[in-house]
Structure formats: C-alpha cells, structure tokens
C-alpha cells in the first residue's frame, strides 16, 4: 500500500514536472535544481555564483526552506528576483511547489533559474521539478563517505561541488577516495572542488554555468 501511494505521488509530480519543463524550454530558461545537506554551502555558493554571473546573465532564485526567509534574504541583496518556499516541515521541493513560485516571476527575462532545494540528501533527489539538471554541493566537513551512504543523489546529479576544499587538512576526508567513489556511482559527474571562503573554484562552476546555457 505504501509503495503504491509513493509511486502515485511520484507519477502525479512527474507529470507537472514535464509542464514545467515545457515551460522553461520555450521560454529558453535553463533551470538548476541545487541540492545538499543543510550546511554544505548552498547558499553562500549561490551568493557567489550571482556576484560573478548577475551582470552577464538574467537569474532569478527559488529558495526552498522548511520555516524561516533566511536565505532568501540574503539572496535578495544581490538585487536578482527571488521567490520563497516553505514546505513546513517538508523534506523537499516538488513540482507543484515550482510551477507555484514561478507565477511570481517575469519568465520572458530570465536566462537562468536556480533552485535551492530544501536541506536533505535524500528527499530531493527523487522529485524532478522540471529543472534541466540538479547539482548537488558536498562539503569536505561531511565526510567523503557520504556518495556511497547516499549514492542517488550523487547518481541523479550532473555536477558534485566538493565544497569547503579549504578546510580539508583540518579533516579526514579522502578526496581520492571520494572522486573515485562519485565518479563510480556517476561515471560522468562533474566534479568542482570549491571554497566559499576565498573563492578557489568559483570561476570553473560559473563557466560550467554559462557553457550549459
């Protein structure tokens, strides 16, 4: 009975999923749905990513949380058009939630939407809301064991940003062992190593950006 009704809720999302979808292909707006567990960095990656990118491309947010504005406060200091979700305790966005949020935004000026997915390496990876890849952010102060702990989000993701790379001889984390371990779940997975602290790695991921558009 359960399997069942998760296979409803996932074929009922699936199919707003691929209106979105259309959406965004006829409006030609690449969307990115950024996941990864609550602290790797997300949003002080996307603050970065919109100071390097806001003047060359038209972007706007969607920022997912369960309760609070925070981040999407933040966001909104770098003058881009951002649109809050609360799931209320929610583990995920989903579709219905984008197709939602993106009736506040002015889809004929947009190059780029970005999607900040709720905290959770699990939830998230299994509803497509449309976008046109997800990425998700690893911090070294995670542990390079989580690929194989949590290997479809990996699986499901274009790019994996090993972010936080300059706390790594603080940590035990095995970056050899990571890549290899991301790369067998996702032979070809984009792997960014970047710090948010002093911007090493910030130039590839935006060039990464552009070149998809």
Known sequence: MKIEVMKNILSENDKIAEENRKLFNDKKIFVINLM?????????????????????????????????????ERIENHNVPVVQINTAGGCHLDAAMVKRAIESLDLDSLDLIIVENVGNLVCPAEFDVGENCKVVV???????????????????????????IDLLKFTNFNLNSARE?????????????????????????????????
């Open 138 to 164: 690893l911090s070294i102060t995670e542990g390079d064991d989580k690929p194989l702990k949590y290997p479809l989000i990996f699986k499901e993701s274009a790019v994996t940003i090993l972010n936080k």
């Open 36 to 72: 990864g567990s609550p602290g790797s960095g997300k949003t002080s990656l996307l603050e970065l990513t919109l100071a390097k990118l806001k003047d060359e491309i038209k972007i706007a947010v969607i920022e997912g949380d369960l309760f609070t504005a925070k981040d999407a």
């Open 181 to 213: 371990d991301l790369t067998t779940i996702h032979p070809n997975i984009k792997i960014i190593e970047t710090s948010c602290t002093n911007s090493n790695g910030i130039d590839e991921w935006c060039k990464w950006i552009k070149n998809s558009l």
